[in-house]
Structure formats: structure tokens, C-alpha cells
């Protein structure tokens, strides 16, 4: 029988919005926060705007979104690699809706990563675009999460 293996992640998040009433009421505080990890830089994170946040700097929705597709990505590179598919360039726009259900609730109701990738002249597109289901099997962000995660990839190949 294998014993599981732990893998262990430590963030720090720090709230910086006080500004000088602390939560004296809802109007009262900043959002702002700083998001760090040893040996790091800092991010600079805030509410979403709709929520009375900064809309400069990144929000947890966003880093979400961000931590769903960079998985997906490095999955599908990994992926890649193992079928000899060359992929030379990706890039995706990906967007996220959370619905709020009232009194103050809202959870995401889905994602989707629309990956624009770009392989080696010659190389199997079909099979490019197959390996995202394998990629999001592999994504153990996207199989951590209670919402549906969809894919729709465009394969370029390289003249």
C-alpha cells in the first residue's frame, strides 16, 4: 500500500485598509491587502469593485480564475511534452462567473479557459486539442473546486 504524499503551501495574507477607524463600520475600511510567500514578491490585492475594492489591483475572484488556468496550462504542457506535441506559444483568456444568490452570498457557478496554442509546424493538431481533457484531468486545482471548469482550446500550427 503507497502512502500519499503531502504537498504543503503557505501563503500570508495581510490586510493594509485601515484607515485609522479600523471596522468601525462597512464604509469605514479599505480592502486592500498584501498576499506574500517566503522568498517572494508581493502581491497587491484589494475586493472586487462591485464589493467596495480597488479595481487596480487584483481581486480573489481574479487570482481564482488565474490559479484554474495556469493549472490547466501547465498540465497541458506537461501533457504535450509526453505525446511529442511541440507547443511554441500559449496564451489564454480566461473568465469566470459568480452569481450572487442574495443576502450577501455568491459563489462561482463556472469557468472557462479559452487557450490560443500554437504548435511546430507539421505537428497533430487534433491530437493537440485532445490532450486539454487529459490536461483538465490532470488539473488538480480544477478537480478541487465544486463548479464546472470547461475548456474551448484553439490549436494553431506554425507555417
Not at 65 to 78: D, I, N, R
Not at 83 to 103: C, K, L, P, Q, S
Amino acid at each position: 500500500m503507497s502512502k500519499s504524499k503531502e504537498h504543503h503551501y503557505r501563503v500570508r495574507v495581510r490586510w493594509t485598509g485601515d484607515r485609522g477607524e479600523g471596522t468601525s463600520s462597512y464604509r469605514a475600511y479599505g480592502r486592500e491587502h498584501e498576499i506574500s510567500a517566503e522568498g517572494k514578491a508581493v502581491l497587491q490585492g484589494s475586493a472586487d469593485p462591485a464589493f467596495r475594492g480597488d479595481p487596480s489591483l487584483y481581486n480573489p475572484e481574479e487570482l481564482l480564475v488565474a490559479a484554474l488556468s495556469g493549472c490547466h496550462m501547465l498540465s497541458y504542457l506537461h501533457a504535450c511534452a509526453v505525446a511529442g506535441i511541440v507547443v511554441t506559444d500559449y496564451e489564454d483568456d480566461a473568465f469566470g462567473i459568480m452569481e450572487e444568490t442574495g443576502a450577501g452570498e455568491a459563489q462561482f457557478s463556472s469557468v472557462v479557459l479559452r487557450p490560443i496554442v500554437t504548435i511546430s509546424a507539421g505537428g497533430d493538431a487534433g491530437k493537440a486539442e485532445a490532450l486539454h481533457e487529459h490536461a483538465h484531468d490532470l488539473c488538480f486545482i480544477a478537480r478541487s473546486v465544486n463548479f464546472p471548469v470547461r475548456h474551448e482550446p484553439t490549436i494553431v500550427a506554425e507555417e
